[in-house]
């Protein structure tokens, strides 16, 4: 007994009323591309945050950050 196949065609919803499924490429590089897999969007990303690099802010890796300056009351009882 010999079962037909139908043919399977699937319309892209247009771009902008797509909720994106991102499909991201390995990261190589500061940024990775990515693929939407329902509409074929491409949209790139980035591996890292930019500003957040916590060792660049200091030569010593070790260092703690600065703590403002508390004034005690000389009345104070703590």
């Known amino acids: 007994m010999k079962q037909g196949c139908k043919e399977r065609?699937?319309?892209?919803?247009?771009?902008d009323k797509c909720h994106h499924y991102w499909i991201i490429a390995v990261a190589d590089g500061p940024r990775s591309r990515g693929r939407c897999k329902y509409c074929g969007a491409t949209k790139e990303f980035l591996n890292s945050y930019p500003d957040f690099n916590?060792?660049?802010?200091?030569?010593?890796?070790?260092?703690?950050?600065?703590?403002?300056?508390?004034?005690?009351?000389?009345?104070?009882?703590?």
């Open 9 to 15: 065609t699937e319309e892209k919803p247009p771009e």
């Open 54 to 78: 916590p060792l660049k802010r200091s030569n010593n890796p070790l260092s703690l950050p600065g703590l403002p300056d508390v004034k005690v009351d000389k009345d104070s009882k703590s």
